[in-house]
């Protein structure tokens, strides 16, 4: 059976993985090159306050998904009433880091990070899921999500590509013969 016309596009890409093509990053490499980074639009959300699209960097090095400490205000988040801390080792320092359990959305992969129509289409997400996230006081920008190994890892099945510059990411909970029930 083959989708209608009027099945929207989202739904018949959740059956696959999704491809999301590197982006570039605003900083420049150290001789002026241009920097990819493979950035995903995610955001936050705590009951019903959310963020808007963040750039969400896959880090398979990293073992927590990590936050700026700004955002837990923009989420209505005490972080005196934390569920935990713990260091963390980013880049060649280390940080320290809040936890709290909140919702994370993927957002579809043409949505893009800061979409002029991001209100509109503010809930063209994949997938919604609880995790426990590490904020993180001193942050170096509140619009960067560092996606680890707890909170993004362990929720999909996730291919960094070297030289196709794309990631792939599939949900391990989806049959992948559900697609194409016919065959």
């Known amino acids: 059976m083959s989708p209608s016309s009027t099945t929207p596009a989202l739904t018949e890409r959740e059956q ?7 982006r570039r990053d ?5 001789r002026g090159e241009l920097v990819l980074r493979p950035l995903l639009p995610v955001s936050l959300v705590n009951g019903d306050r959310g963020t808007p699209r963040l750039a969400g960097l896959v880090a398979s ?3 927590l998904t990590l936050v700026s400490g700004l955002l837990a205000e923009e989420l209505g988040i005490d972080l005196e009433d934390y569920e935990g801390e713990g260091a963390h080792r980013f880049g060649i320092g280390e940080v320290r880091a809040r936890y709290k359990t909140i919702d994370l959305r993927l957002h579809a992969p043409d949505a893009g990070l800061h979409s002029p129509d991001a209100e509109q289409d503010e809930y063209r997400q994949w997938r919604q899921w609880r995790s426990r996230i590490g904020f993180v006081e001193d942050w170096p920008s509140n619009g960067f999500v560092v996606l680890g190994n707890v909170g993004f890892f362990d ?6 590509g070297g030289s ?3 990631v792939a990411i599939a949900d391990p909970d989806t049959d992948p013969d559900a697609e194409n029930p016919d065959g």
Do not use: C, H, K, M
Not at 16 to 22: A, D, S
Not at 26 to 30: A, K, N
């Open 16 to 22: 696959r993985p999704w491809l999301y093509p590197y």
């Open 26 to 30: 605003v900083q420049l490499g150290w």
């Open 61 to 63: 090095g990293a073992d």
């Open 155 to 160: 929720q999909f099945e996730v291919a960094i």
């Open 164 to 166: 196709s510059q794309a």
